[in-house]
């Protein structure tokens, strides 16, 4: 059984930083793809980076420049770095990984920048 467990959520002001960690286990094959996503209260649910096996990344335009996705393959690990934070980023972020062509994610941490 695959699970994805996210840490590093919380509290912050404008312009601080969360550095958020995603944890794969349960699987013997390689992950092909890890990417963060959020939804923010009455929006739809938003890539906001990804990364592949292969080291490309992508980002939405609005966190360009400002977050950086990274991924630790030996630990199955995939890290969401967030700087110069803003209120709209304010969300609930999901981890997601395919796995053997298999789509699983994670149960989301909460992300809160306050003005």
């Known amino acids: 059984q695959v699970q994805l467990v996210e840490s590093g959520g919380g509290l912050v002001q404008a312009g601080g930083s969360l550095r958020l960690s995603c944890a794969a286990s349960?699987?013997?094959?390689?992950?092909?793809?890890m990417g963060w996503y959020r939804q923010a209260p009455g929006k739809q649910r938003e890539l906001v980076a990804s990364?592949?096996?292969?080291?490309?990344?992508n980002y939405a335009d609005s966190v360009k420049g400002r977050f950086t996705i990274s991924r630790d393959n030996a630990k199955n690990t995939a890290y969401l770095q967030m700087n110069s934070l803003k209120p709209e980023d304010t969300a609930v972020y999901y981890c997601?990984?395919?796995?053997?062509?298999?789509?699983?994610w994670g149960q989301g941490t909460q992300v809160t920048v306050s003005s």
């Open positions: 997601n990984a395919v796995i053997a062509l298999s789509s699983y």
């Open positions: 349960g699987s013997s094959f390689s992950i092909n793809y």
């Open positions: 990364i592949t096996v292969g080291g490309p990344t």
